[in-house]
């Protein structure tokens, strides 16, 4: 079953913080993040593991809530390269598919 | 080192006909998985081939089906086309299966039309 994000659009001003959250209904042992610039491919942003801390990437970070079956990815100070669409993609077991959630649209203005 | 090559980048086929993607992954690497991606769908996971055998299969109709070859080069094919088929289909090349900690690297797609 698809993972739900949450909010599916969001558009911030250059500067401001942004959290984009993904729920799943089953028992996760991993989540995945990518981000696709329009017209071009998916981009790997990280991958948070069951029991693992949580990571972060320049000012891009991700927590993991094995008890809630949540993740959420936290953009602070956002920069108009941060304009995408983000992906979360979840396993409920390891080696398992990879299913990704509907994609949270960003847009960074001026 | 190159990139996830998809061909062709953009097709247009008829209801009914078929078709065949190709994806070239990474040097390397020896895991490809397929999606399908839609407007407002996100990414549709469609299988997964390790090794020249298919570890994981989404939800599609048996018309959607894949192979690998000993190179690691991946196809999909898609029979009978409905007019629902059309999308963006990705690959994603990884070293190992996809989960086991690693990450994916995904092509440009083939944009598909079905009129």
């Known amino acids: 079953q698809q993972p739900v994000q949450s909010p599916q659009a969001v558009i911030l001003r250059e500067g401001e913080d942004a959290v984009i959250n993904c729920s799943s209904s089953?028992?996760?042992?991993?989540v995945h993040w990518y981000r696709q610039k329009h017209g071009e491919a998916p981009v790997f942003l990280m991958i948070l593991l069951k029991g693992g801390e949580q990571k972060g990437h320049e000012k891009i970070s991700a927590s993991f809530n094995e008890k809630k079956q949540q993740s959420s990815l936290y953009l602070t100070a956002s920069q108009l390269s941060y304009s995408g669409t983000y992906f979360c993609?979840?396993?409920?077991?390891?080696?398992?598919?990879?299913?990704f959630g509907g994609g949270t649209r960003l847009m960074v203005k001026p | 080192k190159a990139g996830v090559t998809q061909t062709p980048r953009y097709l247009i086929k008829t209801r009914g006909q078929q078709v065949t993607l190709s994806c070239s992954p990474i040097s390397g690497h020896r895991s490809v998985s397929w999606y399908q991606q839609t407007p407002g769908q996100g990414l549709q996971f469609l299988f997964e081939y390790f090794s020249e055998t298919q570890r994981n299969k989404g939800n599609f109709p048996g018309r959607f089906s894949g192979r690998q070859f000993s190179n690691s080069r991946s196809e999909m094919n898609v029979s009978t086309l409905e007019l629902g088929d059309s999308a963006l289909y990705l690959c994603?090349?990884?070293?190992?299966?996809?989960?086991?900690?690693?990450?994916?690297?995904f092509g440009q797609g083939t944009r598909l039309t079905v009129v």
């Open positions: 994603a090349s990884s070293l190992v299966p996809t989960g086991m900690n690693t990450e994916a690297f």
């Open positions: 089953k028992a996760l042992y991993s």
């Open positions: 993609g979840t396993e409920d077991g390891a080696g398992n598919m990879l299913t």
